[in-house]
């Protein structure tokens, strides 16, 4: 899939690609450049920090074949950066921790849609994506759409004076009900003793997976079954 890449930077990076059939006045599953979907998938996992991602990168979690996927089906696809919950500033104080990433992922709308007469795709038709906790920041963003509750975080790192209501939400097992996590797991998953999981090391704010397993022990298993 060819495409364009044109990169803005704000308070936080963006990335924008554009299906290049539609500088040469094609037409792409109905969409031109002005009516095409705008998608926003986030690399979010873990309320980590999502750094923007391009078609083609290989890295674990920067969803890079969802990008190319849209981009096929031509829509417009944004890649924002957004802050997490392990971002430091220079005093070693934490400032990605809620809402920041959801105040990046608004900022970003309003972005797009505060500079409508320049950018490409419908400002209209902006459709959120992600998985796990990116999952979570997708839906909260549709469901919290111009709230007042942000509007101070937003002043604060200098977001444009538009609206951050979006057009649809596309989660994959969003993790946003969080004081009911524990039993919901243990409810599905009671009496399976092994466990699979990952091993998640910091090196320069950013997350390294290794995989990691084992068995519950006595007292583990005890407390399965009490949360279930």
Same mark, same amino acid.
């Given at each position: 899939? $060819?495409?364009?890449s ?8 963006? +990335? ?9 006045n094609?037409?792409i599953? @109905? ?5 095409? &979907? ?6 979010v996992?873990?309320? *980590? ?5 391009? &078609?083609?990168?290989?890295k ?8 190319v ?10 890649? !924002? ?9 220079? %005093?070693?104080e *934490? /400032?990605?921790?809620? &809402? =920041?990433? /959801? ?10 849609? *505060?500079?409508? $007469?320049?950018?490409?795709g419908?400002? +209209? ?10 999952g979570?920041?997708? !839906? ?8 007042? *509750?942000?509007?101070?975080?937003? @002043?604060?790192?200098?977001a ?7 057009? =649809?939400?596309? =989660?994959?097992?969003p /993790? ?5 996590? $524990? !039993? ?5 998953? +009671?009496g399976?003793? $092994? ?5 998640? @090391? /910091? %090196? ?12 519950? +022990?006595?007292?583990? %298993?005890q407390?399965?079954?009490?949360? %279930?």
């Amino acid at each position: 899939m $060819d495409y364009v890449s044109k990169p803005v930077h704000s308070i936080q990076k963006m +990335n924008v690609f554009v299906p290049l059939g539609y500088y040469k006045n094609e037409i792409i599953n @109905d969409y031109g450049l002005n009516t095409a &979907p705008i998608f926003m998938p986030n690399t979010v996992g873990g309320y *980590f920090p999502g750094p923007r991602t391009f &078609p083609g990168n290989k890295k674990i979690l920067y969803n890079s074949s969802t990008m190319v996927k849209a981009l096929s089906r031509g829509y417009v696809v944004v890649s !924002a950066g957004l802050r997490g919950r392990t971002l430091t500033n220079e %005093k070693g104080e *934490f /400032i990605g921790k809620a &809402p =920041a990433f /959801i105040i990046d992922m608004k900022a970003a709308i309003r972005y797009i849609k *505060f500079n409508k $007469d320049n950018f490409p795709g419908d400002v +209209n038709k902006i459709i959120t994506n992600g998985t796990s906790a990116g999952g979570a920041i997708s !839906a909260l963003i549709g469901a919290s759409g111009n709230n007042v *509750f942000f509007e101070k975080e937003l @002043d604060e790192i200098g977001a444009a004076d538009s609206s951050d209501n979006i057009f =649809a939400v596309s =989660a994959y097992c969003p /993790i946003h009900n969080l004081e009911n996590a $524990d !039993a919901a797991y243990e409810w599905q998953f +009671n009496g399976i003793n $092994d466990w699979h999981t990952q091993k998640i @090391d /910091i %090196k320069n704010g950013k997350a390294e997976f290794s995989p990691l397993n084992g068995q519950l +022990n006595e007292l583990e %298993k005890q407390l399965s079954s009490k949360l %279930k």
